[in-house]
């Protein structure tokens, strides 16, 4: 019986063959009969959580990649200077350019490149429109949203240059050449076909590539700039040294060394962030990268948070560690590594700063002049976390005139105060005695419920007759009362000092001797002024080395301390140097000179001030320290070892549940089963991470596979062609980690080439390799068939030349804004107007590119090439 003649709604059901049920490796079983809508936001959900896997799984291949790439060996370098007569060093191996245009950026392009080979692969060798499609739309997607993410990210006017223009200017031009030679060789050398020699050129683009970086990196065959003192990688090295360091020095074999290196021999170096530094002026640099460098850079910043106040020290070595990561250089591997963790709730590689302690970590990182010294004040809450009254003076110390007959003294109240409190004030005898010099005062003083402050007069007595200055104190006692219950503060006794009107007065020195503890870092040395403070009055001073040197231990010199009419004390302020003296007694001689204004020079002229430890203090620096260098050591990016790996794996961020939010744990449980599959991929350091790399490779070709099936079986369902699925869903896909991984390289670093340098050499590496491979692969098979390899043009070539022509508006404005004062001379960043307007045009150039491409694949419009 002819099956033709049987109505449609008698023939027989076939659950293998239904509408959108063909795939490479989807669907498993048969869909036949589910809702076309639920199928597709099932797929949807599975192709996003496919994205969040390959994320996971690139973060370790490209910890595989670091491996690889940060392989040293040492050398021998001649130094007089030490016994052996030579110093070692660590050299890497791999070149800077040639990894970052190689293995980091196959790392960063894995999932394009291995959805064009799979792609062509499970289609019998055909073309098909899903790999380039994708290819494509990463490029426009880096070059145009990431650069303009990049550009508007930069905060408060701050700008980032391209470092090295040499290379930057080689993988430009070869992001424009990459797509120009598919438009070459797709629609004027053998249109609509891909010939063996077309093929292997494609993939031999990319050598080359990397040998004209190279050589432009290094000047070769181009007239030689003065060398630069310019540190290139890596950051801290942490190794311990058993019996002599680098400089012959013997060093403890427990103790964590740093090792510092010149990057003009490729050698692993700490480098400094500032951001401020101007281009050619190594001497500037080189200082800079020295503070910054080793364990004395810790050790100074361990400093700054110890006397910071109540500050605890496990948070004090996260701000520490936080401070150093952020100021070392990274390569874009490891910002990629850092933005996969982040969208999976993994283990971070800048440590989380608890909010509260935001304000201490930024006033760590101003100069010292311009800290607060009130951050610094040790001080006792009274109020036991504001729960009692604190009632005390508002100084421990006033000074009032013979002649005005009253003396104003201030109380304040603080902690709890929506409660009424009373405090008893009265006066107690000094050198003055109460009836001759002064009025007794004896009364109880209240405050009101949310009263803060409350004054009292005393009636000095003015005799008429010369008297050297004299005082007397005004106490603070509780009130006995069941009704209230509050504290006195630190200052419950307040010294009064009644000056003679009548004198100009004597200064000199308050003590003959002041002991200086190191910690303070600054140094208060009083003057006082006796026996008058009539009118205005100067006393000139300066400093005299003896064990302590200016310049070196202390900030000395000379000046003037001058004083208003009535005061009667003033100090001179002098900055104290850090020392690394396991022991410190060092002292200086400040002396008092010439007066003015009638005064003149009392007993104490010279005094000495010594400057000792702080056991105490520094006791709490080395801890800071040791806990520092333990975050540093827990921040490396690979796990040594399989129970460290499942460890992580098993627990949100990385086990810091301190530092883990909300949204941690969300993608934490989203991403749980892919991290426990991914543990069992051996660990890096197993035969220098070549294992790892091999079979993470192969588990992203798996799940690039998958990405694949899903992407075109959501598109068929919503009725989407491939090329409008590759440029829009899967690009932006596959380009989230790189998004997040620009931004950060654009903050944190001192130059725009880990951030939007290495898009163009990206771009680059995704046509010679992304089309060179499956294209020769294709090729070389029809070619043994006899028969050529078909490219159908379609919508590829329109929407190459969309993008080309993107590329070169995007690249030019780039260039412009290197050489345009009003924009910042710069790539990135510069005044908030420029670097919006540019950004916007950056991103509606990407719209324009997916429209127009999108239209062309509807036909909607239809342009003939």
């Given at each position: 019986?002819?099956?033709s003649?049987?109505?449609?709604?008698y023939?027989?059901?076939?659950?293998?063959?239904?509408?959108?049920?063909?795939?490479?490796?989807?669907?498993?079983?048969?869909e036949?009969?589910?809702?076309?809508?639920?199928?597709?936001?099932?797929?949807?959900?599975a192709?996003?959580?496919?994205?969040?896997a390959?994320?996971?799984?690139?973060?370790?291949?490209?910890?595989?990649?670091?491996?690889?790439?940060?392989?040293?060996?040492?050398?021998?370098?001649?130094?007089?200077?030490?016994?052996?007569?030579?110093k070692e060093?660590?050299?890497?191996?791999?070149?800077?350019?040639?990894?970052?245009?190689?293995?980091?950026?196959?790392?960063?392009?894995?999932?394009?490149?291995?959805?064009?080979?799979?792609?062509?692969?499970?289609?019998?060798?055909?073309?098909?429109?899903?790999?380039?499609?994708?290819?494509?739309?990463?490029a426009?997607?880096?070059?145009?949203?990431?650069?303009?993410?990049?550009?508007?990210?930069?905060?408060?006017?701050?700008?980032?240059?391209?470092?090295?223009?040499?290379?930057?200017?080689?993988?430009?031009?070869?992001?424009?050449f990459?797509?120009?030679?598919?438009?070459?060789?797709?629609?004027?050398?053998?249109?609509?076909?891909i010939?063996?020699?077309?093929?292997?050129?494609?993939?031999?683009?990319?050598?080359?590539?990397?040998?004209?970086a190279?050589?432009a990196?290094?000047?070769?065959?181009?007239?030689?700039?003065?060398?630069?003192?310019?540190?290139?990688?890596?950051?801290?090295s942490?190794?311990?040294?058993?019996?002599?360091?680098?400089?012959?020095?013997?060093?403890?074999?427990?103790?964590?060394?740093?090792?510092?290196?010149?990057?003009?021999?490729?050698?692993?170096?700490y480098?400094?962030?500032?951001?401020?530094?101007?281009?050619?002026?190594?001497e500037?640099?080189?200082?800079?990268?020295?503070?910054?460098?080793?364990?004395?850079?810790?050790?100074r910043i361990?400093?700054?948070l110890?006397?910071?106040e109540?500050?605890?020290?496990?948070?004090?070595?996260k701000?520490?560690?936080?401070?150093?990561?952020?100021?070392?250089?990274?390569?874009?591997?490891?910002?990629?590594?850092?933005?996969?963790?982040?969208?999976?709730?993994?283990?971070?590689?800048?440590?989380?700063?608890?909010n509260?302690?935001?304000?201490?970590?930024?006033?760590?990182?101003?100069?010292e002049e311009?800290?607060?010294?009130?951050?610094?004040?040790?001080?006792?809450?009274?109020?036991?976390?504001?729960t009692?009254?604190?009632?005390?003076?508002t100084?421990?110390?006033?000074?009032?005139?013979?002649?005005?007959?009253?003396?104003?003294?201030?109380?304040?109240?603080?902690?709890?105060i929506?409660?009424p409190?009373?405090?008893?004030v009265e006066?107690?005898?000094?050198?003055?005695?109460?009836?001759?010099?002064?009025?007794?005062?004896?009364?109880?003083?209240?405050?009101?419920?949310?009263?803060?402050?409350?004054?009292?007069?005393?009636?000095?007595?003015?005799?008429?007759?010369?008297?050297?200055d004299?005082?007397?104190?005004?106490?603070?006692?509780p009130?006995?009362?069941?009704?209230?219950?509050f504290?006195?503060?630190?200052?419950?006794?307040?010294?009064?000092?009644?000056?003679?009107?009548?004198?100009?007065?004597?200064?000199?020195f308050a003590?003959?001797?002041?002991?200086?503890?190191?910690?303070?870092?600054?140094?208060r040395?009083?003057?006082q002024r006796?026996?008058?403070?009539?009118?205005?009055?100067?006393?000139t001073?300066?400093?005299?080395?003896?064990t302590?040197?200016?310049?070196?231990?202390?900030?000395?010199?000379?000046?003037?301390?001058?004083?208003?009419?009535?005061?009667?004390?003033?100090?001179?302020d002098?900055?104290?140097?850090?020392?690394?003296?396991?022991?410190?007694?060092?002292?200086?001689?400040?002396?008092?000179l010439?007066?003015?204004?009638?005064?003149?020079?009392?007993?104490?002229?010279?005094?000495?001030?010594?400057?000792?430890?702080?056991?105490?203090?520094?006791?709490?620096?080395?801890?800071?320290?040791?806990?520092?260098?333990?975050?540093?050591?827990?921040?490396?990016?690979?796990d040594?070892?399989?129970?460290?790996?499942?460890?992580?794996?098993?627990?949100?961020?990385?086990g810091?549940?301190?530092?883990?939010?909300?949204?941690?744990?969300?993608?934490?449980?989203?991403?749980?089963?892919?991290?426990?599959i991914?543990?069992?991929?051996?660990?890096?350091?197993?035969?220098?991470?070549?294992?790892?790399?091999?079979i993470?490779?192969?588990?992203?070709?798996?799940?690039?596979?998958?990405?694949?099936?899903?992407?075109?079986?959501?598109?068929?369902?919503?009725?989407?062609?491939?090329?409008?699925?590759?440029?829009?869903?899967?690009?932006?896909?596959?380009?989230?980690?790189?998004?997040?991984?620009?931004?950060?390289?654009?903050?944190?670093?001192?130059?725009?080439?880990?951030?939007?340098?290495?898009?163009?050499?990206?771009n680059?590496?995704?046509?010679?390799?992304?089309?060179?491979?499956?294209?020769?692969?294709?090729?070389?098979?029809w070619?043994?068939?006899?028969?050529?390899?078909?490219?159908?043009v379609?919508?590829l070539?329109?929407?190459?030349?969309?993008?080309?022509?993107a590329?070169?508006?995007?690249?030019?404005?780039?260039?412009?804004?290197?050489?345009?004062?009003?924009?910042?001379?710069?790539e990135?960043?510069?005044p908030?107007?420029?670097?919006?307007?540019?950004g916007?045009?950056?991103?509606?150039?990407?719209?324009?590119?997916?429209?127009?491409?999108?239209?062309?694949?509807?036909k909607?419009?239809n342009?003939?090439?």
């Amino acid at each position: 019986m002819n099956n033709s003649s049987i109505p449609n709604d008698y023939r027989a059901f076939d659950p293998f063959n239904y509408t959108c049920s063909e795939a490479l490796l989807l669907p498993i079983i048969s869909e036949a009969t589910w809702n076309p809508g639920v199928r597709a936001f099932l797929y949807i959900l599975a192709l996003l959580w496919c994205f969040l896997a390959v994320a996971i799984i690139a973060d370790v291949f490209m910890c595989s990649i670091e491996k690889i790439t940060s392989k040293t060996r040492k050398i021998r370098v001649a130094d007089s200077s030490v016994p052996e007569g030579y110093k070692e060093l660590e050299v890497k191996v791999w070149n800077d350019t040639v990894a970052n245009l190689s293995l980091l950026a196959l790392g960063t392009s894995a999932p394009e490149i291995l959805l064009s080979v799979i792609e062509i692969v499970g289609n019998n060798f055909k073309a098909g429109d899903l790999g380039p499609g994708t290819i494509v739309g990463s490029a426009a997607f880096n070059l145009l949203v990431i650069s303009a993410i990049c550009i508007m990210s930069i905060p408060g006017g701050d700008v980032r240059r391209i470092n090295n223009m040499k290379v930057f200017a080689v993988t430009a031009f070869s992001c424009i050449f990459a797509y120009v030679w598919l438009i070459i060789t797709l629609v004027a050398i053998s249109p609509g076909k891909i010939e063996i020699w077309e093929a292997f050129l494609t993939l031999l683009f990319f050598p080359l590539l990397i040998i004209i970086a190279f050589i432009a990196e290094k000047d070769f065959c181009m007239k030689k700039k003065p060398p630069r003192n310019d540190s290139g990688f890596v950051g801290i090295s942490l190794k311990k040294v058993s019996k002599n360091d680098a400089s012959g020095k013997t060093t403890n074999p427990n103790e964590v060394q740093v090792s510092v290196t010149n990057s003009s021999q490729n050698i692993a170096g700490y480098k400094s962030p500032r951001h401020d530094l101007q281009e050619g002026n190594p001497e500037e640099q080189e200082a800079l990268d020295q503070s910054y460098s080793g364990r004395a850079s810790i050790y100074r910043i361990a400093k700054d948070l110890a006397m910071v106040e109540d500050l605890p020290e496990d948070e004090a070595a996260k701000i520490a560690a936080k401070k150093i990561v952020e100021h070392q250089h990274h390569d874009r591997g490891w910002y990629r590594i850092n933005a996969i963790r982040n969208m999976s709730g993994g283990k971070k590689l800048i440590p989380k700063v608890l909010n509260t302690f935001d304000d201490l970590y930024n006033r760590v990182q101003l100069p010292e002049e311009e800290r607060d010294e009130a951050t610094v004040t040790k001080r006792f809450d009274h109020s036991e976390g504001g729960t009692k009254p604190v009632i005390e003076f508002t100084a421990s110390a006033v000074a009032v005139l013979e002649n005005e007959g009253k003396v104003r003294i201030g109380i304040r109240r603080s902690g709890k105060i929506d409660v009424p409190i009373s405090v008893r004030v009265e006066t107690i005898n000094g050198t003055a005695l109460e009836g001759s010099d002064y009025k007794a005062f004896d009364e109880v003083v209240s405050f009101a419920a949310n009263e803060l402050l409350r004054q009292v007069y005393i009636e000095i007595v003015d005799d008429f007759e010369w008297e050297p200055d004299e005082f007397f104190f005004v106490k603070l006692a509780p009130v006995p009362s069941r009704d209230q219950e509050f504290a006195l503060g630190n200052l419950a006794i307040c010294q009064v000092t009644i000056i003679n009107d009548d004198e100009p007065g004597t200064l000199d020195f308050a003590k003959p001797s002041i002991i200086a503890k190191e910690s303070s870092r600054r140094i208060r040395i009083p003057v006082q002024r006796l026996s008058g403070a009539d009118g205005h009055v100067s006393v000139t001073w300066r400093t005299k080395d003896m064990t302590a040197f200016d310049g070196k231990d202390f900030e000395g010199g000379e000046g003037e301390l001058k004083f208003d009419n009535g005061e009667t004390s003033k100090s001179i302020d002098l900055v104290l140097f850090p020392s690394n003296k396991p022991e410190r007694d060092d002292s200086f001689q400040v002396e008092l000179l010439e007066t003015t204004g009638g005064a003149k020079l009392g007993r104490l002229t010279k005094t000495v001030v010594t400057i000792v430890n702080d056991e105490e203090f520094n006791g709490l620096v080395s801890r800071i320290v040791n806990m520092t260098f333990g975050n540093l050591d827990g921040l490396a990016l690979e796990d040594s070892t399989y129970i460290s790996q499942f460890k992580n794996a098993m627990n949100v961020n990385g086990g810091d549940i301190e530092g883990a939010t909300f949204v941690d744990y969300i993608l934490h449980f989203l991403t749980f089963v892919w991290k426990i599959i991914f543990a069992f991929i051996p660990p890096v350091h197993i035969l220098g991470g070549w294992p790892t790399f091999v079979i993470s490779l192969g588990m992203i070709g798996f799940l690039t596979a998958l990405i694949g099936d899903l992407a075109s079986l959501f598109g068929c369902l919503i009725g989407l062609e491939d090329s409008i699925t590759a440029i829009t869903l899967v690009a932006l896909g596959t380009s989230m980690p790189d998004t997040f991984a620009s931004k950060t390289a654009a903050i944190m670093e001192r130059y725009a080439d880990s951030s939007v340098g290495n898009v163009t050499g990206s771009n680059s590496v995704n046509v010679f390799l992304g089309l060179g491979i499956p294209w020769v692969i294709a090729s070389i098979y029809w070619h043994t068939k006899g028969l050529p390899f078909e490219v159908p043009v379609g919508s590829l070539v329109f929407s190459v030349i969309l993008y080309t022509i993107a590329a070169v508006i995007a690249l030019s404005i780039l260039v412009i804004r290197r050489n345009v004062k009003c924009l910042g001379n710069a790539e990135l960043g510069g005044p908030t107007v420029g670097k919006i307007v540019c950004g916007i045009i950056f991103i509606t150039l990407w719209v324009l590119y997916v429209l127009f491409s999108a239209l062309q694949a509807k036909k909607v419009i239809n342009v003939q090439i």
